[in-house]
């Protein structure tokens, strides 16, 4: 069996498709033989780009855009994938900001806004998704979530709240959905070179890190192409899958 073998013929939904870690799933499951939906914000030619570069290796692949923190966004964009594509098999929850800032002087709408992108977003698609997987007895969501909801850290309190939210939502959603064939996970990336990262003070996080280097993209996008193959991670759900350099060991 190829690795193509594995999730071939899939329709996967990628949240935060455009860039960063969701542009390289995208391609990943798309090289995998997945019908790749990219979901985007606001990076449309970006996200245009992902599509094209998929479809001239010979992979499928359409754009859709949708504000994650918006619960009737969400709802449009599924209603359209089931007109386009008629089933979703895998549920990628990758879209994620930061808003950083101490907490004494943490603005309310900076706090909200993350919460409502990567805590509620999460929850919005999970749930959006849902009654399509049930029906299908079939399914698998990959929530990306983050080392810092397992360990937290200052002046990041909105994000570690959301984050941490993340792998609650996950290993509650595993036990309600086991009996039906979905098995859902998440994957914590520790520091991986993307936008997010770049104006980040990179000497003192090196010195945290045991392996001594940044993750790539390349890196988290193989561990979801992982848990999203069949029969490779059929009997995995409820785990927190940490592509970290040994950052933080439990
Ligand atoms: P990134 O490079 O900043 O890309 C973020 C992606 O999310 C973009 O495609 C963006 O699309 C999309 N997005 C932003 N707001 C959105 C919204 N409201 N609705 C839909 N999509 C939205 O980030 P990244 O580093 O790849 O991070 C991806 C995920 O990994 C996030 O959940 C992040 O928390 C997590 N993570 C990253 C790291 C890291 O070191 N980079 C570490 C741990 C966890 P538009 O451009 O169209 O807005």
Not at 19 to 28: E, H, S, Y
Not at 244 to 250: L, P, Q
Request: glycine fraction near 10%; proline fraction near 1%.
């Amino acid at each position: 069996m190829t690795t193509n073998d594995l999730i071939a013929g899939q329709t996967a939904l990628i949240t935060g498709a455009s860039r960063g870690i969701g542009k390289t799933i995208a391609l990943t499951l798309a090289a995998a033989g997945a019908e790749v939906v990219v979901n985007y914000s606001n990076s449309e030619e970006k996200a245009n780009e992902v599509v094209a570069e998929i479809k001239a290796s010979g992979g499928h692949a359409y754009a859709l855009q949708a504000n994650i923190s918006e619960e009737t966004e969400v709802e449009e964009l599924i209603k359209k994938i089931l007109v386009k594509s008629n089933k979703i098999d895998i549920l990628i929850n990758n879209a994620g900001i930061t808003r950083d800032g101490l907490l004494m002087r943490m603005k309310t709408e900076d706090w909200l806004s993350v919460i409502n992108l990567n805590l509620n977003g999460v929850f919005y698609c999970t749930r959006g998704v849902a009654r399509t997987m049930l029906k299908q007895r079939k399914g698998r969501i990959i929530n990306i979530t983050s080392v810092v909801g397992l360990m937290g850290n200052a002046g990041q309190a909105n994000y570690a709240a959301a984050k941490a939210g993340v792998i609650g939502l996950t290993k509650s959603t595993a036990k309600e959905f086991a009996s039906r064939g979905i098995t859902v996970n998440a994957v914590a990336p520790g520091f991986i070179e993307t936008d997010m990262t770049k104006e980040l003070n990179a000497d003192s996080i090196l010195s945290a890190i045991p392996l001594g280097s940044f993750g790539t993209t390349e890196q988290v996008a193989r561990t979801v192409r992982f848990l999203a193959a069949d029969p490779a991670a059929a009997y995995i759900t409820g785990q927190v899958l940490q592509v970290d350099g040994g950052m933080v060991m439990s």
